[in-house]
């Protein structure tokens, strides 16, 4: 079930990739950045100067960028909470007790956002040393916190 969704979200990121573009072509041509006559290698070269200068996020288009976005949400997600149902299941339960569903979901969630946060703070510009560290160190007081606030599921011994 998680695996699923985590190749829905591979799936999501596969068609916005090849199939849709992330920029806005028609406010690219107007600002006079991109001719018919401009190679692949100008179009990369203004696009990178686009976003040295901070203003990438005025070309893009933002629904392919959310899209994009919860694709990689999904598939992060879909893969903690199953890598963590499974080494839940493995390693720390018995035969007949299921893995703690919540607790997967949970870290899913939370560590799905990460990477979500962390690209779109490069793609408005503010991604720095100092706010990586600083967004890391968050979660990381996020998910100890969570850990010690919320209980355990209690399992049944199957007697």
Known sequence: MLVLIAITGLGLIWFSLNNLSPFNWEKLKADKLTTANTTQTQVQVQITELYERGELTAYLRSDVVTLLLT?????????????????????????????????????????????????????????????????????????????????????????
């Open 71 to 159: 694709g990689v949400f999904t598939l992060v997600a879909g893969l903690i909470a199953a890598a963590h149902t499974a080494l839940d299941k493995l390693f720390f339960r018995k035969f007949f007790q299921s893995p703690n569903m919540p607790m997967a979901l949970r870290r899913g969630i939370l560590w799905g956002s990460f990477p979500v946060v962390i690209i779109y703070l490069a793609l408005i510009g503010y991604l720095n040393t100092t706010l990586l560290l600083l967004i890391s160190g968050t979660y990381m007081l996020a998910e100890f916190g969570l850990s010690a606030l919320l209980p355990f599921r209690k399992v049944e011994t199957g007697k």
